[in-house]
């Protein structure tokens, strides 16, 4: 949490490592979250604040107002010096002089104070590791009171904030004859002449408060003393900060870039990582639908390619089978092959083709023509007498050996193929029936017969 640590400064000339300096530890709506005194050495390990606010003591600077008339920025510092130069008793170049904004009328708030104690104790307070980013006035650090001044009594000074960019101080006249408080004393010749509307005392209060027509009196807490606004503007001018090893201003905002850049760089790995598993699971979900609609496709590489392309074909077939689709191929194997009826071994069907293996390779086929039947061996006996001769007679010759059996598909089956438009085969006892139309689109390696059929027994069973 970004925090604020508010320092009451003794007399510059009095400051040193082993002060005792009062503080308030503030949070980001100026709520005091800690108050106490301890020794300006130790504070730092103590109470590590995010940033730094000095305020001086009452009795080491002037607050005053000048008008200028309207100038550029970069002529207003001039503008002011010149304009606080002839209320000064010695030279400008020896103080620190610092200024507010200039307001509609042409006023400007300008305070400023010796240099050379200024410049120590911004010093002071880097070497004991604050290093002050404002050095304010005693009257600006007080809060605002609406329609009126508020006033603190401080070492021997009664300390006033008038308005956002203006304050006075009065020293207390510890010799006053008056009966009144010295702290009113000092204050009522300012009240009398220019009486505000209301009047807020921060406790404690001082005793003897005249009564005034038309000023209200109010009392404030005493943590109040350290709730006032920062004006924007402060002694803790540039030329006299001491050189911050590690702390340079541009430190904060630069880390927390690149705090920003780091936080935004792993939100960004991580969101493509998250793409990236979404994508896998797509994918994967897209192929195991592909696969569930369309289970002919063998291997699914672009699934939404593949997907609109068998879409397009199914379009295009009207939404009806193919000739080459298994339904229609499985029913038109039934009335070609009716003696196949539960008498299947095997079926397999790819890529518009049918194939099946029957329980015997006979079935569906018959002797080729042309192709005599085995003889039978021949008689050595004869009915009757045997006729014995006296002379050699010659031996018989070897019986001639018996022919083999040729099987051809039985033409019935391909006058059945050839009405149902499919080409047949039969090669090793395994039955291959396609469409003649996806026949005739073999590349030419199987050539189609006159009919448009091509029905033939390629390489046949011997």
């Keep these: 949490?970004?925090?604020?640590?508010?320092?009451?400064?003794?007399?510059?000339?009095?400051?040193?490592?082993?002060?005792?300096?009062?503080?308030?530890?503030?949070?980001?709506?100026?709520?005091?979250?800690?108050?106490?005194?301890?020794?300006?050495?130790?504070?730092?390990?103590?109470?590590?604040?995010?940033?730094?606010?000095?305020?001086?003591?009452?009795s080491d600077s002037v607050l005053t107002t000048v008008t200028v008339p309207p100038l550029p920025t970069h002529r207003l510092q001039a503008a002011v010096a010149g304009a606080v130069e002839p209320m000064l008793l010695g030279d400008i170049e020896s103080l620190a002089v610092a200024h507010g904004a200039r307001a509609g009328d042409g006023s400007v708030s300008v305070a400023w104070a010796a240099r050379e104690p200024v410049a120590r104790a911004l010093r002071l307070l880097a070497d004991s590791g604050l290093p002050a980013d404002a050095l304010v006035p005693a009257p600006l650090a007080l809060p605002l009171t609406d329609a009126g001044w508020t006033v603190l009594v401080r070492d021997d000074h009664v300390v006033v904030r008038t308005g956002p960019q203006t304050g006075q101080v009065w020293a207390i006249d510890p010799f006053a004859t008056t009966d009144a408080d010295p702290a009113v004393a000092a204050l009522l010749p300012a009240l009398e002449?220019?009486?505000?509307?209301?009047?807020?005392?921060?406790?404690?209060?001082?005793?003897?408060?005249?009564?005034?027509?038309?000023?209200?009196?109010?009392?404030?807490?005493?943590?109040?003393?350290?709730?006032?606004?920062?004006?924007?503007?402060?002694?803790?001018?540039?030329?006299?900060?001491?050189?911050r090893s590690g702390r340079s201003p541009w430190r904060q905002p630069a880390a927390w870039a690149a705090g920003a850049a780091a936080v935004w760089l792993v939100g960004l790995n991580v969101h493509a990582w998250q793409l990236g598993r979404e994508e896998v699971a797509l994918r994967q979900r897209m192929t195991t639908q592909v696969k569930t609609a369309f289970p002919d496709i063998p291997v699914v590489l672009d699934p939404l390619r593949q997907a609109e392309q068998r879409r397009d074909a199914l379009r295009a077939a009207g939404g009806e089978f193919g000739s080459s689709d298994f339904l229609p191929l499985a029913l038109a194997t039934t009335q070609l092959l009716p003696a196949a009826t539960n008498n299947v071994v095997a079926l397999r069907y790819t890529l518009g083709e049918l194939k099946l293996e029957l329980v015997d390779d006979g079935?569906?086929?018959?002797?080729?023509?042309?192709?005599?039947?085995?003889?039978?061996?021949?008689?050595?006996?004869?009915?009757g007498l045997r006729r014995f001769t006296s002379r050699r007679e010659q031996a018989p010759a070897p019986a001639p050996a018996p022919a083999v059996n040729r099987m051809e598909i039985d033409p019935a089956i391909m006058q059945r193929a050839e009405g149902l438009s499919l080409h047949v085969t039969h090669d090793d006892g395994v039955w291959t029936i396609r469409s003649a139309a996806s026949a005739g689109q073999d590349g030419g390696s199987r050539p189609a017969s006159q009919g448009g059929v091509r029905i033939q027994q390629d390489n046949p069973r011997r």
Excluded: Y
């Excluded at 509307?197 to 406790?203: F, M, Q, R």
């Excluded at 038309?214 to 900060?241: F, I, K, N, Y």
């Design 1 to 58: 949490m970004k925090t604020t640590l508010r320092l009451e400064l003794p007399a510059l000339s009095m400051l040193h490592a082993d002060s005792r300096v009062a503080f308030a530890l503030l949070d980001r709506q100026h709520a005091v979250q800690r108050t106490g005194e301890l020794p300006l050495a130790e504070l730092a390990a103590a109470v590590p604040p995010s940033r730094v606010e000095a305020i001086l003591h009452p």
């Design 193 to 243: 002449q220019d009486a505000p509307g209301a009047v807020g005392w921060i406790d404690p209060q001082p005793a003897g408060w005249p009564e005034l027509s038309g000023t209200e009196r109010r009392v404030l807490p005493a943590a109040a003393r350290w709730q006032g606004m920062h004006p924007g503007w402060s002694l803790a001018l540039g030329d006299l900060q001491p050189h």
């Design 363 to 383: 079935i569906g086929m018959v002797a080729k023509a042309g192709a005599a039947p085995a003889p039978a061996p021949q008689q050595q006996a004869t009915h």
